[in-house]
């Protein structure tokens, strides 16, 4: 079945960093683009960053542009998401999301506080 598992979450001071990964299986994972999407404490759900299935172009909303990088590493079925210049607005839930929003993950929490 298909599985999304992200990890790197956690606690960061402002203008820090974090990278979160996101562990595909279950399906043909360099068949498919990705995505991240964040959801904020009392807020809804927000589109992040998409790569295509090969990598060959990312997107990115403009809250993050600039300050954050999405890959992917198809021999390792896994996408990751570099987030660098972090703010106390980017705390949320992130998740790993499949091709069209078919699968989810669970999500990981991002926190960023002094």
């Known amino acids: 079945q298909v599985q999304l598992v992200e990890s790197g979450g956690g606690l960061a001071q402002p203008g820090g960093s974090l990278r979160l990964s996101c562990a595909a299986s279950?399906?043909?994972?360099?068949?498919?683009?990705m995505s991240w999407a964040r959801q904020a404490p009392g807020k809804g759900l927000e589109w992040v960053s998409g790569?295509?299935?090969?990598?060959?172009?990312?997107y990115y909303a403009d809250s993050v542009k600039g300050r954050f990088t999405i890959s992917r590493d198809n021999a390792k079925n896994t996408v990751y998401l570099q987030m660098n210049s972090l703010k106390p607005e980017d705390t949320a839930l992130y998740y790993c999301?499949?091709?069209?929003?078919?699968?989810w993950g669970k999500g990981t929490l991002v926190t960023v506080s002094s």
């Open positions: 279950g399906f043909t994972f360099s068949s498919y683009a």
């Open positions: 999301v499949r091709g069209l929003w078919d699968y």
């Open positions: 790569i295509y299935s090969d990598g060959s172009d990312t």
